[in-house]
């Protein structure tokens, strides 16, 4: 069925936020159960579609999505620390965020971007010199995970 519209899968938005049960409003029990049904509903129409969810939090928090709810979810600390070392030429930053990445992870559970759709262009971040941003992109492209590029980054 999705097969009929060219679908392979879907990126899912803020999916710690699906389900408020009361007082809780993020990472509920109750979340997790609709990710697992939506998982399961997908998998039957279309076997190997793939669902990306956005955790807008640390690698802590959205590593408790995979591979359960998701097959991967985007890499916020360690774009942010790329964008930055980039930036400061300070490389620390990003050491630790890989570091603690590849503790946190499985293979090919982790979406990996330097910029989304809610943040600033990496361009608008690094400035519109070229050698920063070729080397973001190639690190983005060169590092662990499955890189995702948004909205026109490619071409600053």
Do not use: C, K
């Not at 990003?94 to 600033?120: I, K, M, P, S, Y």
């Amino acid at each position: 069925m999705l097969d009929d519209v060219g679908v392979d899968g879907f990126r899912l938005d803020a999916i710690r936020h699906l389900v408020e049960e009361g007082s809780a409003q993020v990472d509920t029990a109750a979340t997790h159960t609709w990710l697992r049904d939506f998982r399961r509903a997908i998998t039957e129409i279309t076997p190997g579609a793939l669902l990306v969810g956005e955790v807008y939090d640390v690698g802590a928090s959205s590593s408790q999505y995979v591979p359960e709810d998701v097959d991967m979810v985007f890499d916020f600390d360690t774009a942010e620390a790329t964008v930055d070392a980039i930036g400061s030429g300070q490389g620390g930053q990003l050491l630790t965020a890989v570091g603690d990445a590849a503790r946190l992870f499985g293979r090919g559970e982790r979406a990996t971007f330097l910029t989304n759709h809610d943040q600033e262009r990496v361009a608008s971040d690094l400035g519109e010199e070229s050698d920063a941003l070729a080397l973001a992109g190639r690190m983005l492209m060169a590092g662990p995970g499955v890189p995702f590029v948004y909205y026109g980054e490619e071409i600053g």
